[in-house]
């Protein structure tokens, strides 16, 4: 089987430490991509909550559990209601809303700045418009610079007018200083409101919670920076605490190398006065060798101080390149294993680099099928650490279906490995359902030159012919469209449920385009937008009317908008179905074979340029080789119901699709 190799670029897109870079293939030349791997291509380190070992003492025999805090959360009571300024009304309609919020101290007085210790109280005026006593949600919720928290929250029943509520607590002993930010919200009938206030902590008047120094050790507390894989490992920050009393801090360990970054651990703790070596100890990958750094930083009363230490995995000899699994799926990357001739497809094989660095190793795509085996692709690519996804895309040839299978290889250091997956392709349905069938099975009665009538079967139209009733020999309103009074419809329709080569074909059919007086050129009038809108309205994918569109003369105009306007219509992007195209479901297309398996399908896909449309035809003759040999039926200079795109457009062209 011939291979049709898609040109793309070598994209790497690279997260965490990887590098990302593009760089063009060559014209002849197409290249697979490498994607990271979604899952991490080296494993976060398993971490428990970090260790707390004074300095003075061994971290064999004086280790001790962290408590993780963070502000200390006032004792919620039940709020105190007091009716102030209540004013009735006799509606049941209203709503319940926060007006304003204050913080006083434990006696009500008004008060914005407070010491650890100090009581408080969070107020708030609730004001209920609907006459009557209603529950609403109610939610006390503070934002410190050591975290945020839920104060109270609970379904609470305010009754009409505008009482004030509170909680009160206590600040705490450890409270970390700083500018504070309480927030009181109110949820009634699905409609939240809210309001906030800030106000002052004062911290330590002196001392300080800060970073000295990082370091690596053993599992044992050992100093240590040269590590293998799967040795134990101990990431080890000493922190000064200088206020002479144990203090509430947020403390991150950070992780960069060269399989990514990580965080390992981000919380609040509380240290003790004195220095105290904190750590957070896990086991190192067994498959990424290399450099790191880890950084510790303590955030405390906004202050942020941080060290960093440097360490080394080794890899040695050891490390490999290695395809781990193979797979295809649509063009979007989306795994798929049944395929419709025409689709789009990349085949993926999944490649782990496990040395530390980037490595080249020898490529290779295959596959086999019912029409032959063929190599895709064979060259050598560079490969980051970690998992890489490498993909080849194409187009699902049309003519051959059967089962398929990919087999992708990997050769690094003179070892081959390889995975396979298998596939199937079938061609599109050809046999119409009963209402397909239905509709094909019909007499129809055909107009003649002379205005004579024949009747055949539908299936047995060849397009130079209209259906009697679609014949129109007037003028206004006969541009209108069918089956707006008063003008019939159309008597074969196609929608995304009945979707046939055939049906298709019969609805371009029973318009006889080449002598039908409602497309024949009057002046320097033509209708090639009325007949493309009269098959896509029959296909259940009509175009803009003038009055859509914003034509104003005439007014309400239900007429197709003219070709010039529906170029700009399918090459403008919108949210506007009648400004945009791409807003009632239609796509560009490009690719032939693409091309003709969608309308081989029963899609209607049409051929644009500005200022004329024509519509490309389902039963296209074998062996096109190019866009431009496409048949098409049309109105306008020429009304033919078989001609080709290089015979009637004179410019750049575009194809559209609606599936």
Known sequence: MKAYLRITTILVLCTLLFTTGITSAAADSPTPVGIPDKSPSAPAPMVGKPQAVPQNSSAADSTQAATAIGLGKPQAQSPDEVSVNKTLTNTASGSVTVSSVWTTDGSGNAKTTFNPGDSIRWYGYVYNSTGATQTAYFVWSLNSPCGSNTIYSGNLSTVSGTPWWNVSGTVPSNACGGTYTYTLSVTYNGSTSSKSVGYTVNGSSSGSVTVTSAFTTDGSGNAKTSFNAGDGIRWVGSVSNTTGSAKTALFTWSLSGPCGSSTLYSNNLSTNTGVINWYVSSTVPTNCPGSYTFSISVNYNGSTTSKSASYTVNGGSSGSVTITSAYTTDGSSNAKTSFVAGDAIRWFGSVANTTGSAKTALFTWSLSGPCGSSTLYSNNLSTGTGVINWYVSNYVPTNCPGSYTIAVSVNYNGSTTSKSAGYSVT????????????????????????????????????????????????????????????????????????????????????????????????????????????????MGNPFPSKKEYGVLSPPNDPTTINAHDLYTWFTTISSDPNKSS???????????????????????????????????????????????GLRTAQAGLHNLVDTTIGDQFNQAYKFFIHD
């Open 427 to 538: 061609n599109p349905s050809g046999t119409c359902n009963t209402s397909c069938q239905n509709q094909l099975n019909q007499n129809v009665t055909l107009r003649q030159t002379n205005g004579q009538t024949i009747t055949v079967q539908a299936r047995n139209m060849d397009g130079t012919l209209p259906v009697a009733v679609l014949y129109n020999n007037t003028g206004y309103p006969g541009p209108f469209p069918f089956g707006l009074y008063p003008m019939p419809s159309t008597p074969f329709t196609s929608d995304t449920s009945n979707r046939y080569g055939d049906l298709y074909k019969a609805v371009i059919f029973q318009f006889g385009v080449n002598v039908n007086y409602r497309y024949l050129q009057i002046g320097s009038n033509y209708y090639c937008n009325t007949f493309a809108g009269d098959v896509a309205r029959a």
């Open 582 to 628: 791409s807003a009632r479901g239609w796509r560009q297309i490009s690719d032939l074979q693409q091309i003709i398996s969608a309308v081989s399908a029963g899609k209607i896909v049409v051929a644009v340029q500005d200022g004329h449309i024509a519509v490309v035809r389902p039963d296209q003759k074998a062996g096109v080789t190019s866009l431009s």
